[in-house]
């Protein structure tokens, strides 16, 4: 709750020099996720630790326009585990004072950074940055950070952290953007190295069809 009303008062905060409305925000969760979706957006440069864990979409009709991260900071001679989670916003038909997040399994770790938008249209694609295993004794950390790609071109890069290296570019959503996020989570390890989110995936979703009428 304390993290909802949070995420209000940033929204509004940003919001306010351009409208005096305020944001509605709301959690999604799991309710919307068997909408149906045309595609999976994947990355080659996850890391082996953990399981895919479930699916969380936007309400139909809502697509990703922004998103936040939650991230650890160094924690110099002790475990670092980097990024932890990735949440999405979605909006429907670009209407930003109401809107849904979804986040599938997220970290334990770190703080939710302030969400960052594209100036218009939605996510199409991403790409992470990811520390390779560090061998038995090493200190893993996997996924680091995240970019964004929106339809209207900018691209976005979350405020993750630095180690390792970003991979390739994922496919891109068309005719839509994306609507669903499933992440890859290495379950908390009790005193163990701990390396938190491994990989992420996507959902892409179609606009829906409008029919139109010739006389
Ligand atoms: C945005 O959506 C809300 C809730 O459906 C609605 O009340 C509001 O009028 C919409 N704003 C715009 C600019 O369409
Ligand atoms: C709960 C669950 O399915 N755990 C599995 C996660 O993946 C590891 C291998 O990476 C399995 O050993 C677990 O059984």
Redesign the pocket.
Known sequence: MANLLGAVAVLAALSGGLCE?KA?LQRAGAAFSNREYSSLLTVNNGERFGNWTWPEMCPDEFFAVGFSVRVESNQYGSDDTALNGIRLICS??G?R??LYSIESHTGYFGDWSPPQYCPSGVLTSFQIRVEPHQGLFGDDTAVNSIKFRCSSNPTLEGTGMDWGEYGHWSQECHGGGICGIESKMEEYQYGLDDSSLNDVRFHCCARAQRVRWRV
């Open positions: 409305e509605f429907k038909d209407n004072s109401f």
